[in-house]
């Protein structure tokens, strides 16, 4: 069995099948530790697996934890929403969290091959029977491809795709002394796009601007976008004034990414590789961790009765992930629009309960209690 990225849809996916007595490969482009552009924040819903799967403490020891969400638009409308008491979220630099998952699926067995680089599928008789890296052909009797947003294997083989529309990149970087922050992710959602704020373990504040196509080439230079966003927002620039940048920006894009299936004969997709609607709603990883279950138990499926597991893997995926893709895209689409805003802000200074509601929603909160 062969895992394609060891991000934590495919440590989970090899934790997993490690676990099973499966002998598991896991090959990722990246030496590890390595950074990953990302709001570095767990939902609860998160954190309820890595707790099921035994890792949850480990995680916390490195974590601060997150209580809730504090959700600005336009014209200063602010709700403050809080998880249940019993349920709380956290916040971690994507380095430690990715490292501490990678560990316990070696510590499970798995073997893993760091600076290897999948340049495309090996498919014979319409069966995918392993990959091409730069080192040479692995075989394999099922793959797994957990290699991110832009899989090469999901690209290849036409099972994925970037999204016509929305067209979103983002921007991230870390800051040292940011004045007001709490125990809550901070979400600023603006008329030409989103800021994400979130504290971090060691006085470190994670800072991600999300902009349409266009937008951040209104900065003054691409590397000063975030800088320019925070400069621009009154909520924001004075909790920045003292604040420094202790790292390089980041960029992605463009963000949205459309799978058609979650795999074909010899081929499983997990986590962001079988499709990403937009990180605002925080929950990209809890995808991730149970889309890398779920294609691990589909693998043990296909290798247990010799039928092809991508078509169940799917329904388990809709099953599963369905409700919360159309929540997520309705509130991509509402964000990507400035009347939709414009209006939500409106609703939200009135009336937060719909904004409380969505926060509970986007953190998985009733995953977590199942
Ligand atoms: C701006 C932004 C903010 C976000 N904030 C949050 C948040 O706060 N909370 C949350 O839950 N989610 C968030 N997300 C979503 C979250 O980051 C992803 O959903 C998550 O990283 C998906 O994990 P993954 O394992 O599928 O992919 P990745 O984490 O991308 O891992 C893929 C791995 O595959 C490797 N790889 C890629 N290509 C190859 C190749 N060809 N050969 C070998 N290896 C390869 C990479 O090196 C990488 O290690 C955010 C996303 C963005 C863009």
Same mark, same amino acid.
């Given at each position: 069995?062969?895992?394609?990225?060891?991000?934590?849809?495919?440590?989970?996916? +090899?934790?997993?099948?490690?676990?099973?007595?499966?002998? =598991?490969?896991?090959?990722?482009?990246? #030496?590890?530790?390595?950074?990953?552009?990302?709001?570095? !924040?767990?939902? &609860?819903?998160?954190?309820?697996?890595?707790?099921?799967?035994?890792?949850?403490?480990?995680?916390?020891?490195?974590?601060?934890?997150?209580?809730?969400?504090? @959700?600005?638009?336009?014209?200063?409308?602010?709700?403050?929403?809080?998880? /249940?008491?019993?349920?709380?979220?956290?916040?971690?630099?994507?380095?430690?969290? %990715?490292?501490?998952?990678?560990?316990?699926?070696? +510590? $499970?067995?798995?073997?893993?091959?760091?600076? =290897?680089?999948?340049?495309? /599928?090996?498919?014979?008789?319409?069966?995918?029977?392993? =990959?091409?890296?730069?080192?040479? &052909?692995?075989?394999? *009797? @099922?793959?797994?491809?957990?290699?991110?947003? *832009?899989?090469?294997? $999901?690209?290849?083989?036409?099972?994925?795709?970037?999204?016509?529309?929305?067209?979103?990149?983002?921007?991230?970087?870390?800051?040292?002394?940011?004045?007001?922050?709490?125990?809550?992710?901070?979400?600023?959602?603006?008329?030409?796009?989103?800021?994400?704020?979130?504290?971090? /373990?060691?006085?470190?504040?994670?800072?991600?601007?999300?902009?349409?196509?266009?937008? /951040?080439?209104?900065?003054? !230079? &691409?590397?000063?976008?975030?800088?320019?966003?925070?400069?621009?927002?009154?909520?924001?620039?004075?909790?920045? *004034?003292?604040?420094?940048? @202790? +790292? &390089?920006?980041?960029?992605?894009?463009?963000?949205? @990414?459309?799978?058609?299936?979650?795999?074909?004969?010899?081929?499983?997709?997990?986590?962001?590789?079988?499709?990403?609607?937009?990180?605002?709603?925080?929950?990209?990883?809890?995808?991730?961790?149970?889309?890398?279950?779920?294609?691990?138990?589909?693998?043990?499926?296909?290798?247990?009765?010799?039928?092809?597991?991508?078509?169940?893997?799917?329904?388990?995926?809709? *099953?599963?992930?369905?409700?919360?893709?159309?929540?997520?895209?309705?509130?991509?689409?509402?964000?990507?629009?400035?009347?939709?805003?414009?209006?939500?802000?409106? =609703?939200?200074?009135?009336?937060?309960?719909?904004?409380?509601?969505?926060?509970?929603? #986007?953190? %998985?909160?009733?995953?977590?209690?199942?």
């Amino acid at each position: 069995m062969l895992v394609v990225g060891a991000g934590p849809a495919g440590s989970i996916a +090899a934790l997993v099948l490690a676990r099973a007595g499966v002998r =598991v490969g896991v090959v990722d482009r990246s #030496a590890f530790p390595r950074d990953k552009l990302c709001g570095d !924040t767990l939902n &609860p819903g998160a954190l309820s697996i890595l707790d099921r799967l035994g890792i949850g403490a480990a995680v916390r020891q490195q974590a601060l934890p997150i209580i809730g969400m504090t @959700v600005t638009g336009p014209r200063h409308a602010a709700v403050t929403g809080s998880y /249940p008491e019993d349920l709380n979220g956290l916040a971690i630099l994507r380095r430690d969290f %990715d490292g501490l998952l990678l560990d316990a699926a070696i +510590a $499970a067995g798995a073997e893993l091959s760091c600076g =290897v680089r999948v340049r495309a /599928p090996v498919t014979e008789c319409g069966r995918v029977v392993g =990959v091409e890296t730069d080192e040479g &052909p692995v075989r394999a *009797r @099922v793959v797994i491809a957990a290699d991110g947003r *832009r899989s090469t294997l $999901a690209f290849a083989l036409g099972l994925a795709a970037f999204a016509r529309a929305p067209r979103r990149w983002a921007f991230g970087t870390y800051f040292e002394g940011v004045d007001g922050l709490t125990s809550r992710g901070e979400m600023h959602i603006r008329s030409d796009g989103y800021i994400g704020v979130a504290p971090l /373990p060691g006085g470190v504040t994670n800072v991600c601007v999300v902009r349409g196509r266009g937008a /951040p080439w209104r900065a003054r !230079t &691409p590397a000063s976008i975030v800088d320019d966003a925070i400069g621009a927002d009154p909520d924001l620039r004075e909790r920045f *004034r003292r604040a420094r940048q @202790v +790292a &390089p920006l980041a960029t992605l894009g463009p963000l949205a @990414v459309d799978a058609r299936a979650a795999g074909c004969p010899g081929l499983l997709l997990a986590g962001d590789a079988a499709g990403f609607v937009d990180p605002m709603t925080g929950d990209g990883l809890r995808f991730a961790l149970r889309g890398g279950e779920l294609a691990a138990a589909a693998a043990l499926e296909e290798i247990a009765s010799g039928t092809a597991a991508f078509a169940a893997l799917q329904s388990a995926r809709v *099953r599963e992930f369905s409700r919360k893709w159309r929540i997520n895209r309705a509130l991509r689409s509402l964000v990507g629009s400035p009347a939709g805003i414009s209006l939500a802000a409106t =609703v939200a200074a009135r009336w937060g309960a719909p904004v409380e509601y969505l926060i509970g929603v #986007a953190g %998985d909160c009733d995953v977590a209690r199942a």
